[in-house]
Structures are given as structure tokens and as C-alpha cells.
């Protein structure tokens, strides 16, 4: 499984930034729950948002109407579209994935999942 993100970079607070994650080694239509977490140094990671396979998705409370996870099954891309953006969006930014289903603690114990990219960064300005 190899998971590539792209797409970040710096804003300004109020602005917009698309990440993006391409998977390989399995397909977003498969049993996997993907997730993008997020991690500011010297902080726990957290999950920002995940979604499963019926599809679902889910978002922490922060980021809720703000930020949107989405897939596109044909080109195998997760994304996450991040609007309204405040400087405490920034972080390094990580695609994620585990087989089968996400339940609600996943937002605390990022450890459950399986697979990691590299990260992309995300530096917002206010």
C-alpha cells in the first residue's frame, strides 16, 4: 500500500487549500477507512476527518462546515477540500488508511491506523 499526498502549501486565514492523496494497493471502494490527520510539533496527531466504504464520512468538531473528505473511486484519490482556513489548521497534513471500518475514537487513537503517507504542509497566516 503506498499513499502519496500533495497539495499543501501556505494560505491565508479565510482562504482555501485542496489536499490530495493518491492510494495504491488497494481501492477506495474496497473494506478500507481513510482519514486525513493532521500533527503540530510536539502535539498528538489527531484525525481530521475520515471516510469509510459505504461511503460515510466524519469530521472532528473544529473543522466541521469548514473542511470536506470526498474520494474519487475512478482516479483512486482521496481528497480533503479545506475552506475558511485559520492558523490553527496549520500542520502537517497525513493521508491514512485501515481495512474495515473507522469507529469514533479513531479522532483520538490515530495509532489504529495501518497505512501512512508522507505528510504534505499546511502553513496558514493570519
Known amino acids: 500500500v503506498q499513499l502519496v499526498e500533495s497539495g499543501g502549501g501556505s494560505a491565508q486565514a479565510g482562504g482555501s487549500l485542496r489536499l490530495s492523496c493518491e492510494v495504491s494497493?488497494?481501492?477506495?471502494?474496497?473494506?478500507?477507512?481513510t482519514a486525513w490527520v493532521r500533527q503540530v510539533p510536539g502535539k498528538e496527531r489527531e484525525t481530521v476527518a475520515y471516510i469509510d466504504f459505504y461511503p460515510s464520512t466524519h469530521y472532528r468538531d473544529s473543522v466541521k462546515g469548514r473542511f470536506s473528505i470526498s474520494k474519487d473511486t475512478a482516479k483512486n484519490i482521496l481528497y480533503l477540500d479545506m475552506n475558511r482556513l485559520t492558523v490553527g489548521d496549520t500542520a502537517m497534513y497525513y493521508c491514512?488508511?485501515?481495512?474495515?471500518?473507522?469507529?469514533?475514537?479513531?479522532?483520538?487513537?490515530?495509532?489504529?491506523?495501518?497505512?501512512w503517507g508522507q505528510g504534505t504542509q499546511v502553513t496558514v497566516s493570519a
Open positions: 491514512a488508511a485501515k481495512s474495515y471500518y473507522c469507529v469514533e475514537r479513531i479522532f483520538r487513537q490515530t495509532s489504529e491506523f495501518t497505512f
Open positions: 494497493g488497494f481501492h477506495l471502494d474496497d473494506e478500507y477507512c
